[in-house]
């Protein structure tokens, strides 16, 4: 163990980890931050950035609570960054082609977006009305990700970039640290945001609890007559206007383990739909097609909170589809459980224990 010992060592430089860390230093607690490759490259930096559940009304409350009170707290994040890095966040709005699915009704639609204060409107469309959602924002993730970085350097938490979380370090039921390849550090308490790779680094996870869950992106270069300026979407398939005119075309969703390989057939099957969707893409240069790892959880709610077994040790990861949308929330709702502050959110549903072994 080296003599530096943090107060709180948080595992993974991620949307999660890097917001968590944020969020904790402002008690005034000594943060140190991990990430074993370049902070803010995996599944933070993959994602399409939309800040807002896609059909948002099929996961469960939770899930949505959380998202409605990230998008909430989003314009205060991004006005708190300590950056000259700009992340473009851009309230586009939403236009959702196909919004009733089977089973599901306008007036039930319309009945859980105005409970999660989300607000909406619908319109006329081809085979039945499209859903507006006015408050949508995006974000250029990459950069929100750079600029983390810089407010995490600014604010004196210590990252350690290329530097492997390899252990909790826990004895007689306590946490005393973590292991890297380097050395042993020493802290009072451990946070895991590990994204998809959290499961190993938190002692008695069920063999299903977390999985990483592929999903693969294009995008096409930016031309005037793109002419997109808003958020589309239908059969799920998704395009994402950027500031500078490109467009982002998203996604699969594969159970492929830890594989980011991009095929060319659901590539062009993306491509296909994005055409059809919105015709004057035809043509556009693809610049970049890229997969990430969506960090699954097996009832697909975030997970956060304390381990049971183990105390000290924290957890905040299973974003799955949301965890750049839910981000500020669910760094102020662990902060607040840490330090014993009030919380907006009710803790309750996300607990560590539901996922254990028993
Ligand atoms: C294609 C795609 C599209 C998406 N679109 C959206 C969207 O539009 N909106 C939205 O809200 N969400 C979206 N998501 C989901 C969102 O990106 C994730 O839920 C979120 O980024 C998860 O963040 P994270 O910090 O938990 O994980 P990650 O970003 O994966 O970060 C985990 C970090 O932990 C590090 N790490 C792993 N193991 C260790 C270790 N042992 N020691 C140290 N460090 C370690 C990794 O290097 C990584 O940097 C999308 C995801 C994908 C893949």
Redesign the pocket.
Known sequence: MTSTRFDIIV?????????SALALRESGASVAL?????????????????????YAWRYPTPVLAM?AE?MRRYPALIDSLDSRIDPERIVSGMRILDPVGPGETRDGITTTLAQAGIQHEWQPGDDQPALWLPEVA?VR?PRL?EALVDTVRARGIELFAH????EVLARSGRVEG?R?PASDLAAERVVV??????K??VPGMREDSLFP?????LRLEPRAQNGLDHILMDEGV?L?PRVDGSVVI???VEHAGFDKTVDDTAQARLHAAACRLWPSLAGARITHR??????GSVDELPVLGEHPAIEGLWV????????????PATADLLAGMMTGKPTTLDPAPYRVERLLDT
Do not use: H
């Open positions: 595992i993974g430089a991620g949307i999660s980890g890097l917001t991990l990430d074993r490759g370049p902070p803010g490259t995996e599944a933070s930096w993959a994602g399409g950035g939309i800040l807002c559940p896609l998202a990230g995006n993730n990700l530097r492997a979380g390899q973590v890297t945001a590990a994204g998809a790779w959290s190993t680094l869950v592929r999903g693969q992106m998704y994402i998203g996604s699969t890229w997969a990430g790892l969506r960090p905040n990861t299973g974003g799955f589809r949301n965890g750049l949308a839910m981000a």
